[in-house]
């Protein structure tokens, strides 16, 4: 919540850089996902806001051409 008013007051960018899916869709206004250091998936406006967690995972198997196994990251909620 500080991070969103600090953001609002100044009208400045923010980078937030986190493994929890659910955060990555609520927080923010673009999303992007990286496998090994490259950009694997890019989402924003209208087509970010209608995902779901399942809907990031399933872009990142298509995209990265593998399962996201990371137990913290699918459990995070």
Do not use: I, K, Q, S
């Given at each position: 919540e500080l991070t969103r008013s600090i953001v609002a007051e100044k009208k400045i960018t923010c980078l937030m850089v986190t493994h929890n899916m659910n955060q990555a869709l609520t927080l923010?206004?673009?999303t992007l996902?990286?496998?090994r250091g490259r950009i694997v998936f890019d989402a924003a406006g209208a087509t970010?806001?209608?995902?779901?967690?399942n809907d990031l995972l399933e872009q990142f198997r298509a995209?990265?051409?593998r399962e996201?196994?990371?137990d913290r990251i699918l459990l995070s909620g």
């Open positions: 923010g206004n673009r996902m990286m496998d970010r806001a209608a995902m779901t967690v995209n990265a051409g996201m196994n990371n």
